[in-house]
């Protein structure tokens, strides 16, 4: 079983820095997919609510007993903390982002998460709670019933729980109430902020706006393109924005590799090199079983039944194998040199580490 295990996870590691090895150079890709247009942004809202309806499910804290006095207070009732004490409510942090270009009218999604000792939020219908920004202005009022997607059950001595039942979504359940100004062409002018920051990338960019409509594009870094907004478009910024959007170029990026050990995931770019090294690999196996014997006294000899501990130590060390690899090996290369002796994707990790440290992996080893 771990044989074949281990011939899966070898083949699949294949399969995969073989995809990456063939597409050595990057597809053509548009700019909307490589670049954001500054001034474009949404923006974070946070806000306070209670959920009500629930079955039992929510908190006794003081803050679901304040927040309940404070809203029965404006409806002019009052009563006390004995009164309004119920798991029928909980207290919620409210979460949403406000898209750019969001208008007065228009919804947003919202998510409640639970802050008391609630041990459930399905079946809850959200009041009325304002949401604000970091500026401390409410942009957007949320309402409405709760989707938990999960479910819990208990009784007295056990408990069945399916995903997070102390967050919920509520879908266009906020209702935008003041937009955000956004400008994106100051004094004609647009600026491309590269998600990737690259110098070949930043350049091929303004070449390829500079091919379409002229010399009006110019790489100011390895994350940023200022281009100029032509006269024909100056009543129209954001036409010529679309059209900017759909042109395609051919990205680049620096050769990295990326493992991350808790999960034996290797990944490797297409430009990564081998240089010369030697590669040697063996397995040691420790096997240790334990087999406790019952030992039993002799008939009518007064001793008592006692337990011996029994320890049994293997040890297998296969031989090791030594891999020569040239100075222009690439990626499909080493893949194919680790397969052939029967690398494990977490050996492959402990082998790309040796590589970088000798000196001869190109390229920029990542470990997440």
Same mark, same amino acid.
């Given at each position: ?37 500054? +001034? ?5 809202? !946070? ?5 009500? @309806? ?23 009732? =009052? ?11 909980? !207290? ?12 007065? &009218?228009?919804?947003?999604?919202? $998510? ?10 399905? &079946? ?16 957007? !009022? ?25 967050? +919920?979504?509520?879908?266009? @359940?906020?209702? !935008? ?70 042109? =395609? ?32 690999? &063996? ?46 090996? $690439? ?10 002796? @029967? ?15 000798? &000196?001869?992996?190109? @390229? ?5």
């Amino acid at each position: 079983m771990k044989y074949l295990k281990r011939v899966f996870s070898t083949a699949f590691l294949l399969l995969l820095l073989t995809a990456f090895s063939a597409a050595a150079s990057h597809p053509d890709v548009r700019i909307k997919d490589l670049a954001d247009v500054e +001034g474009v942004r949404s923006n974070q809202l !946070v806000g306070l609510g209670l959920v009500m @309806g629930l079955q039992g499910t929510g908190d006794r804290s003081a803050m679901a007993t304040q927040m309940i006095r404070n809203i029965m207070s404006q409806f002019g009732i =009052s009563v006390n903390d004995k009164a309004v004490r119920s798991r029928n409510v909980a !207290v919620v942090t409210l979460t949403a982002d406000l898209p750019a270009f969001a208008r007065p &009218g228009q919804t947003i999604d919202v $998510t409640a998460s639970a802050m008391g000792d609630a041990k459930s939020l399905q &079946g809850g219908t959200l009041l009325q709670a304002p949401l604000r920004a970091a500026d401390g202005n409410v942009y957007a !009022v949320a309402q409405g019933p709760l989707m938990v997607g999960g479910f819990a059950a208990e009784g007295a001595a056990g408990a069945v729980t399916k995903n997070i039942v102390t967050v +919920g979504r509520i879908p266009g @359940g906020a209702i !935008v109430e003041r937009n955000v100004q956004t400008t994106f062409a100051v004094g004609r002018q647009i600026n491309l902020l590269l998600r990737n920051h690259d110098f070949t990338t930043s350049e091929r960019m303004a070449a390829a706006i500079n091919a379409a409509f002229g010399g009006i594009a110019s790489p100011v870094d390895a994350g940023r393109v200022v281009v100029n907004v032509p006269a024909q478009y100056a009543s129209s910024p954001a036409a010529f924005l679309a059209r900017i959007e759909g042109l =395609s170029l051919r990205p680049d990026t620096a050769a990295r590799v990326a493992v991350n050990e808790r999960t034996g995931t290797v990944v490797m770019g297409g430009n990564v090199r081998i240089g010369a090294v030697a590669v040697a690999h &063996g397995n040691l196996t420790v096997r240790v079983t334990e087999s406790p014997e019952v030992v039993q006294p002799q008939p009518f000899g007064g001793g008592t039944t006692a337990v011996q501990p029994r320890t049994d130590i293997g040890i297998n060390e296969s031989p090791g194998q030594f891999v020569a690899l040239d100075s222009t090996s $690439t990626v499909q290369e080493l893949v194919d040199a680790l397969n052939s002796v @029967g690398a494990s994707p977490r050996d492959v990790i402990a082998i790309l580490q040796a590589i970088k440290e000798a &000196g001869a992996l190109h @390229g920029e080893l990542v470990v997440m």
